[in-house]
């Protein structure tokens, strides 16, 4: 949960830091509407992957599963500004696999929170791991962090990618391969 008294008290002062008005029309309900905005962007806090990858169903076929291009957004811890591109989250099944659109959920949890890109990859990984006990995840995330763009060494069009592999893909070459095939086709 948001402590809104002071998320709303701090860009109060922010604003005043930075040299601005406070009082202009502009900026007077700012302090709230960012104090509603950090309920939003960090609501992942406040959420627990466990809630939407627990409801499996059983299948015969263990075939891999991928679920490409999840579009998310979110906050680098270390500059409070946006990274945000396309997630690809991929398992191979162990008799058990979840609705698709709790892959994607699970993106979302990790995503609305202050993050490095390196600790979501793995978050996603992990839980899948954890609730799915599949054989095997693979993780990979695709980002542009408006620190690298915007600011600082200003490098716009950069992407960073990290890869997270589990269980079988650990080990198997020829699946990261099939999984990069697939995520690029
Ligand atoms: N590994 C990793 N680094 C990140 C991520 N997001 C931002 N960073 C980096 O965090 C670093 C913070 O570096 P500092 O030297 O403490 O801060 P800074 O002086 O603002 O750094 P510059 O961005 O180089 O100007 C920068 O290199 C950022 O590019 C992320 O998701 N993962
Ligand atoms: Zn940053």
């Given at each position: 949960m948001?402590?809104?008294k002071?998320?709303?008290?701090?860009?109060?002062?922010?604003?005043?830091?930075i040299?601005?008005?406070?009082?202009?029309?502009?900026?007077?309900?700012?302090?709230?509407?960012?104090g509603?905005?950090?309920?939003?962007?960090?609501?992942?806090?406040?959420?627990?992957?466990?809630?939407?990858?627990?409801?499996v169903?059983?299948?015969?076929?263990?075939?891999?599963?991928l679920?490409?291009?999840?579009?998310?957004?979110?906050?680098?811890?270390?500059?409070?500004?946006?990274?945000?591109?396309?997630?690809?989250v991929?398992?191979?099944?162990?008799?058990?696999?979840?609705g698709?659109?709790?892959?994607?959920?699970?993106?979302?949890?990790?995503?609305?929170?202050l993050?490095?890109?390196?600790?979501?990859?793995?978050?996603?990984?992990?839980?899948?791991m954890?609730y799915?006990?599949p054989q095997?995840?693979?993780?990979?995330?695709?980002?542009?962090?408006?620190?690298?763009?915007?600011?600082g060494?200003k490098?716009?069009?950069?992407?960073?990618?990290?890869?997270?592999t589990?269980?079988v893909?650990?080990?198997?070459?020829?699946?990261q391969d099939?999984?990069l095939?697939l995520?690029?086709?």
């Open positions: 948001v402590d809104q002071k998320v709303q008290e701090a860009i109060k002062l922010l604003l005043e830091g040299g601005e008005d406070t009082d202009r029309e502009g900026l007077k309900e700012t302090p709230e509407r960012i509603r905005m950090y309920e939003e962007i960090c609501g992942g806090m406040d959420q627990d992957a466990g809630e939407h990858l627990s409801k169903f059983s299948v015969d076929n263990n075939e891999m599963v679920e490409k291009d999840i579009t998310f957004y979110s906050m680098c811890e270390h500059h409070l500004m946006p990274f945000y591109g396309k997630a690809h991929a398992y191979i099944p162990d008799g058990k696999v979840v698709l659109s709790k892959l994607a959920r699970t993106v979302e949890v990790y995503a609305r929170r993050q490095i890109q390196e600790r979501m990859t793995a978050q996603i990984a992990d839980d899948i954890k799915l006990a095997g995840v693979m993780v990979m995330l695709e980002a542009e962090h408006m620190c690298m763009t915007m600011r060494i490098k716009p069009g950069s992407q960073t990618v990290t890869m997270v589990r269980g893909f650990a080990e198997n070459k020829e699946l099939r999984f095939q995520v690029n086709r």
